[in-house]
């Protein structure tokens, strides 16, 4: 099946540093891709959606300069955490479909643990 | 309330058990997923419905559109099911590709 590429998988920085997090999909091409993140214990929360070649399109309540989100092609998109603060650490992951709208299935890549110290 | 209820939100049980968890959901959807996610935070897609019934391996996967309702069933369940599970609904009414996500069951298997 479809696989999602996510690196690195757990990263410490400290704070005031920035952070980009890597997804891909190896063998499928993703206009769109979904960045989530999780908190001990709680669901997924969606953070933006990143389209292809288009600015990306953030939920409410996240911070744009903050979480800089970059989608340059059709298999890779990367979430940047700037000037990283210790309340910016959580679980990252990000989600692919394979094809376009609803019929098709989502895949995760593996998700990034961020410690901001 | 939330548009996508998951229950029970944590469940034990011994080695060789028939397991359901239950999703209900509020909102017209297109489709619905059953996803995995391990200790380790990965998650895998297990199933994605429309209507009527899919099976893979020990897991089976229902859905009845009408009483907007999902069960996920493991038979001989086993300590390595041992995971959340995870809901997620494609309401009909937001982008087609956003999923709504339940709170997850949190499934213990003990040997």
């Known amino acids: 099946g479809a696989v999602v590429s996510q690196h690195p998988s757990w990263v410490i920085c400290k704070s005031g540093t920035s952070v980009k997090i890597e997804c891909r999909s190896l063998d499928f091409q993703a206009t769109t891709m979904f960045w989530y993140r999780q908190f001990p214990k709680q669901s997924l929360m969606l953070m933006a959606t990143?389209?292809?070649?288009?600015?990306?399109?953030?939920e409410q309540g996240v911070e744009k300069d903050k979480f800089l989100i970059n989608h340059a092609s059709l298999t890779l998109s990367t979430l940047t955490v700037t000037s990283a603060h210790p309340e910016d650490s959580s679980f990252y992951i990000c989600?692919?479909?394979?094809?376009?709208?609803?019929?098709?299935?989502?895949?995760f890549g593996q998700g990034t643990r961020l410690t901001v110290v | 309330k939330n548009e996508v209820e998951q229950s029970p939100q944590n469940l034990t049980a011994q080695e060789g058990e028939f397991i359901t968890i239950n999703c209900s959901y509020s909102v017209g959807i297109s489709a619905l997923h059953w996803l995995q996610q391990h200790p380790g935070g990965g998650i895998v897609s297990l199933f994605m419905?429309?209507?009527g019934k899919k099976k893979h391996g020990r897991l089976i996967a229902t859905i009845n559109i009408q009483e907007k309702h999902s069960s996920l069933h493991i038979t001989a369940s086993h300590p390595r099911d041992s995971a959340v599970y995870i809901c997620a609904a494609n309401p009909l009414i937001q982008g087609a590709q956003k999923l709504v996500f339940g709170q997850g069951t949190r499934l213990t298997i003990n040997p």
């Open positions: 990143s389209n292809e070649g288009s600015k990306a399109t953030y």
């Open positions: 419905l429309s209507s």
């Open positions: 989600s692919a479909r394979d094809g376009r709208g609803w019929g098709t299935e989502a895949f």
